[in-house]
């Protein structure tokens, strides 16, 4: 398993490379979390879970379950704040 | 002669969807259900220019066609049905400004569907402090579509939707995406089998069931039984079309949609930042949930004090202006005290439903949710089920339907019937009554003991709850993944107007949901207990008459008579000094004698309702279950108590007062808890109402499922008899066991 979603800290970013297909719910997918589209880790809930990312403009919580099914590739945290 | 034409809502959530419904119909709007579903249908009557009257049905909140939830899959059934009598000549894709993007699937799909449709761009208002421009005309040719810029906050732009709306006929139905292209083999073969059927339309119907659990198809029967794809093939084809979708959108966006990225973050990251801290998060929520909490309390205090006074005299009115009879008597006792009994929850219920309303519309319940689910989630709940279980603690009637938004059924199923646990206000009125009279006085860090018992019950109320829900998540096997996808809104401000209208949306599902129950059961109880067959029960009068001769009255009456006559002696004296009027000796003796006359009519009538309530069908019934209650320390009159409360649980303190002889017009509680501290148990000689008695009675109250409202709706949103029944027995049973160990341990 490579880099996924559950292993972003807080302020960096990926850009989506692909997933474990048939766990993932569609809904995921409708709301921009395709592959090419990038992801930003916000905030954990402690003991890492629920997960909040901003992917794609949609800012949504997901459990670290699925984040671990979507596997990305780190972009290098250019300071930008 | 107006014309009507369908009009559907449809929309991402938190894009302001409800705000345009509500605008577009005002208060001409109504809850039901969908036939044979339990799936709320919220439509609407709308006015359009030219005289063109609309029916406006608001679809649930929802991402994409394709479904995940009951709910959803009766809004897709509609879209997809054309012979459906609500099937919309026109839709409304409602979108926010600032997720225009991933508002736009949903739009490509009902383009691809053939309806006509109209896309509302919401939030026009905040435009400009985001950096967004949008090139409305190039963004309409690209989607074939018309476009309404509108801002339900400041209200503008609804006239030139209206216009649109009215002017439906001349919008295009030319679809967005040809989804033919993920696999252009399978949909050659399904164009030559289904000549005369969109594509799109039999696509949908195909992957319907491969997200979601079966439900009844009244659709193209025959496009299931094409199904020569496996549900993981299909699953990924799906995946191809969202895929496909959003390349169609990006396209359409580059040309028509900027954002000036040196705009200001939003205010979003910084409260995220505070809201969502590890330790800060939990500390701001608690804090929040105490303010409500003391809030309501008092808030409610006066109107619920001002209601019970209202419906008192109503009742008396009644009994004195009515001939005397029986059916006087169903009016003043059976109705308006029914009546009285759902209307004085009200205060407290809208109240709660208020601040909940509030903490939504701002945005703050989604990061409530990201705070709970991880701890709500080893007893089997959801980090959504946080918003049923305090809601709760008003009533858990609008707290049980607030669970539809739990994905998961598992979790959903195990809120729904943990929930009941919560402390509801209709407990109030009894663990009030039963404090004040078993708990002693004192004080322990500054709390007096009686405050810290109600704290206990609220939180016995709540660990109740979250134990049973751990035990069901083991017992119960239910197979489902763990689907949790929660969206963080931006903050904003509420709209008052919303929150209105969701405020008496739940506290109408309370009164007419609870409402006919407690009011049907109040008048069967007042039935049982006004009448019976027994020789006692018909001769009462004259057995009481007899009494009273014999005996002369009660000793709890006859000392009341007793100050009630010195305070009106005094206030005779005080008046005849303050010269407000002037009476003589004999007129003076005349004054006290008929007010003593007057008392003993009372307490007589007393007396003999007393007597009669203890020998009518309800009286029997808890002599008859005396020999069960009393291992609890409940003696006859309790259980008829306990049994009234199945109406509604605050009849306990009116039954009992019933009981004691105490009169309805009292200043209640003080003399109801006077009389009951005085009654006696004949046998052992020592105060019915003590510290072991009492503590059992408030431990019954907490776990038992006496309100048959809840077991309705629970009914209702399970679909199924099975649960309501095991909940009723379980809770039951358990409530009589730690009774029954506290009463025995304590006493």
Known sequence: MGTTVAHLKRGQKGIIKEFADDFLPIKLLELGCLPGNEVELIQIAPFQDPIYINVNGSHIAIRKSMALLIELELIEDVNNR | MSKQINIALIGNPNTGKTSVFNELTGLNQKVGNYPGVT???????????????????????????????????????????????????????????????????????????????????????????????????????????????????????????????????????????????????????????????????????????????????????????????????????????????????????????????????????????????????????????????????????????????????????VKTTLPAGVFTDLLAEGIITGIGGIVIFIPQIAFLFLFIALLEETGYMSRVVFLMDRLMRPFGLSGKSIVPLISGTACAIPAVMATRNIENWKERLITILVTPFTTCSARLPVYLIIIALVIPEGRFLGLSYQALTLMLLYLVGFGAAILSAMILNKILQIKNRSFFVVEMPNYKLPLLKNVAYTVWEKTKSFIFGAGKIILAISVILWFLGSFGISDNFKNAETIIQNRIDTDGFSEFNQSTMESQLAEYKNSLNDGIVKKEYQINEMHFADSLLAKKTTLKKIARSQEIASFKLENSFIGYAGKAIEPVVKPLGYDWKIGIAILTSFAAREVFVGTLATIYSVGSGEENTDTITQRMAAEVNPQTKKPVFNLASGISLLLFYAFAMQCMSTLAVVKRETNTWKWPAAQLVFMSVFAYIVALIAYQFLK
């Open chain 2, 39 to 317: 799936v709320e249908k919220k439509e609407g009557i709308c006015k359009l220019p030219r005289g063109i009257k609309a029916h406006v049905i608001d679809l649930p909140g929802t991402y994409s066609l394709n479904t995940t939830s009951l709910d959803e899959s009766v809004a897709v059934e509609m879209l997809l049905n054309k012979k459906d009598k609500n099937h919309p000549d026109v839709a409304l894709v409602i979108s926010d400004v600032e997720n225009l993007k991933r508002n736009l699937l949903l739009f490509t799909q009902i383009k691809d569907l053939k309806i006509p449709a109209i896309l509302v761009i919401n939030m026009a208002d905040r435009m400009s402090r985001k950096g967004i421009s949008v090139d409305i005309p190039l963004l309409e040719e690209k989607l074939n579509t018309k476009i309404a810029l509108i801002s339900t906050r400041e209200e503008t732009g609804l006239d030139y939707l209206k216009e649109l709306i009215a002017d439906f006929k001349n919008l295009s139905v030319n679809q967005n995406v040809d989804i033919s292209g993920i696999d252009p083999e399978y949909f050659e073969k399904l164009k030559g089998t289904f000549p005369n059927e969109d594509l799109y339309k039999l696509w949908l119907v195909i992957t319907q069931d491969v997200n979601f659990m079966p439900i009844e198809k009244t659709l193209i029967k025959d496009a299931s039984s094409f199904e020569t794809k496996s549900t993981s093939e299909l699953k990924r084809l799906q995946q191809k079309e969202t895929i496909l979708r959003y390349q169609f959108i990006n396209g359409v966006l580059k040309e028509t949609y900027t954002v000036d990225a040196m705009a200001a973050k939003g205010i979003r990251a910084s409260l995220d930042k505070l809201l969502t801290h590890k330790v800060f998060g939990y500390l701001i929520f608690f804090l929040i949930l105490l303010l409500i909490f003391q809030a309501i309390y008092d808030w409610s205090a006066y109107p619920m004090d001002a209601i019970d006074s209202f419906f008192a005299s109503a009742s008396e009115w």
